[in-house]
């Protein structure tokens, strides 16, 4: 009655399947079984070897200041972390100062990333792991990390009032939103609050006395003035052709003993989206400090879409009225059609069938634009947590702040990487949906 993996003997001769139990899973009313069976049957790494614990071993609990050393110093300031309630790595932190009329105005934007880099040595047992994986994995009720806790949870994750090693991208904004200056840099800071994006809804868009005071002025008056500015942000990207798809995701509840027993629409509002747009500008920035140096680097690349696929969901759009007879899928009439259609009854499967006519983004040591992004530079710099394309971004950017030489034929080894960790990634995204389908199923029965 358990479900097991089996390795099957290869020799193509045999007259009937042998194989050897290399692992059991558990019965099918185990609690949490249909996670080891999507682990099992899209063969993600869920174990740490040996190695990697031993390398992770020496780490110290805390900081100490000698790693502090030629960093810039950036502890004085407000950075804070806005993440989901229930994650446990933060990689990202958000600075941002209003620049004196006086100076031209415009803002200083400061995104603050987890230096992973600075653990992970290169070539051994932690970087070969992460590799491995390529990326973390999220179920409903569960990760899948691609490095361990201590580094994902802990060293690397930047949490409240600690110090923590980071890299920052910082982008000085015009008033028209050029970016007219960027800086790269490796630093320390000290996050001053974790927070939800619910309590940024609740303290700046919802403005509840409450929960202002829970934050304080200073916090409220920058994160206000980051809200602005990522809603400006957001107008001009679309201005330029980017696609604006939001697609739905779903957000299970679990009952005390872990059993699916709701679902509904996961919530998205401002916060999210500004967090979105500050990320998407720092990653731009970076891929754009690579290519301006012509110094190889890993990008991330959306190639523009077949024109066939794309005529074919304009007959399907039009055949509902969604596009005009004569009106081609640009992405300035695309994106007309999804605001037409947000909130309502079309929006779930007009989404799915304009993804599935775009073609997939991917890595690619080869520099060839982002087309749903309307970006000509474009790469993963913010989740070096979470995703190794990341991880290398920061080595690379490391190795050239340091004016260090980068090694023969990287550019090889980079596309090798590339084809890596976009297969690992559509090896999770497959896994994810596969568990969604499972827990969906689980609160049907």
Partial sequence: ??????????????????????????????????????????????????????????????????????????????????????????????????????????????????DVSHFVA???????????????????????????????GDLCSLREGVDRLTM????????????????????????????????????????????????????CAMLEEALVLSRRLTQARLGRGAMNL???????????????????????????????????????????FFTRKKIPSIYRIHDEPDPLKLEIFAEVARSFGLLKPK???????????LDKIRGGPLEAMINTLLLRSLKKAEYSAENIGHSGLALQDYLHFTSPIRRYPDLLVHRLLRKVLRGQPLPAGVQSHLAVLAKGASDAEQKATEAERENDKWKACLLMK
């Fill in 1 to 114: 009655g358990e479900l097991v993996s089996v390795r099957l003997d290869p020799d193509p001769d045999a007259k009937q399947l042998r194989g050897v139990v290399v692992a059991r899973l558990g019965k099918k009313t185990d609690l949490k079984i249909e996670n080891r069976l999507t682990a099992a049957l899209f063969n993600l790494r869920t174990t740490f070897p040996d190695a990697v614990m031993r390398e992770l071993a020496p780490f110290p609990t805390t900081i100490p200041p000698e790693w502090l050393e030629g960093r810039e110093d950036l502890r004085d300031m407000l950075p804070c972390t806005v993440d989901p309630p229930t994650a446990k790595d933060f990689d990202d932190a958000i600075s941002l100062e209003v620049l004196p009329p006086g100076e031209g105005g415009g803002w200083l934007l400061g995104v603050h990333i987890a």
């Fill in 122 to 152: 290169e070539g051994g047992p932690l970087d070969e792991e992460a590799r491995l994986r390529g990326t973390s994995v999220y179920f409903p009720d569960e990760a899948i990390p691609m490095i361990p806790d201590r580094l994902s």
């Fill in 168 to 219: 920052t991208a910082w982008m000085t904004l015009s008033p028209e939103l050029e970016v007219v200056e960027s800086r790269l840099t490796e630093s320390v800071i000290r996050s001053a609050r974790r927070l939800a994006y619910d309590q940024v809804k609740e303290a700046c868009l919802d403005r509840s006395p409450r929960h202002r005071a829970e934050l304080g002025e200073p916090l």
């Fill in 246 to 288: 939001d697609t739905e995701e779903a957000e299970f509840i679990f009952d005390a003993e872990g059993r699916p027993v709701d679902a509904r629409r996961y919530p998205r509002h401002d916060a999210h989206r500004m967090i979105e747009e500050f990320m998407l500008l720092a990653n731009e920035t970076v891929a754009r």
């Fill in 327 to 337: 009106e081609a899928p640009t992405p300035e009439h695309l994106n007309a059609m």
